[in-house]
């Protein structure tokens, strides 16, 4: 559901931090929502030293992108909540300051979206959606749930 990709300069995140920052946008994204762990993915993009401009300048500072897509239907109050808790605890899990920690989250609308191989509930539709799917699904998404417990 929730899809983030995060980029940054090759090299600035060791596994270690990719793991942390997985994580905290993983419990940032269902803590604020509601929506299950097992939705949110996040994706990494190394960035050569050329490929990041700001100002028309290369980037002259450690920096990080995350770039959420979300399902639309959310209350501004809690798109506002998770944009400031993403912030603030990605620069934690990536050890970087506040200041160099970008947010930007786009909403589409869940008809749009296909993921287990069904198209996506609306918000907060989540526990029906899931419990009519077929058996097998519902089993390969609890797998993935019970691994983030680890």
Do not use: N
């Amino acid at each position: 559901m929730p899809t983030y990709t995060c980029a940054a300069r090759a090299g600035l995140l060791d596994e270690g931090r990719k793991s942390g920052i997985a994580r905290a946008v993983t419990l940032a994204h269902a803590e604020v929502t509601g929506a299950p762990t097992h939705f949110a993915q996040v994706l990494f993009e190394d960035l050569g030293e050329s490929d990041h401009f700001i100002g028309g300048v290369p980037l002259a500072h450690d920096h990080l992108f995350l770039y959420g897509r979300i399902r639309a239907g959310r209350s501004q109050a809690v798109r506002e909540a998770l944009i400031r808790r993403l912030a603030a605890d990605v620069a934690t899990a990536a050890g970087l300051e506040p200041f160099a920690v970008w947010v930007y989250l786009l909403e589409l609308p869940p008809a749009a979206m296909v993921e287990f191989g069904h198209v996506l509930p609306d918000a907060g539709d989540e526990a029906a959606w899931t419990a009519a799917l077929p058996a097998e699904d519902r089993a390969r998404m609890e797998h993935i749930q019970r691994r983030l417990r680890r």
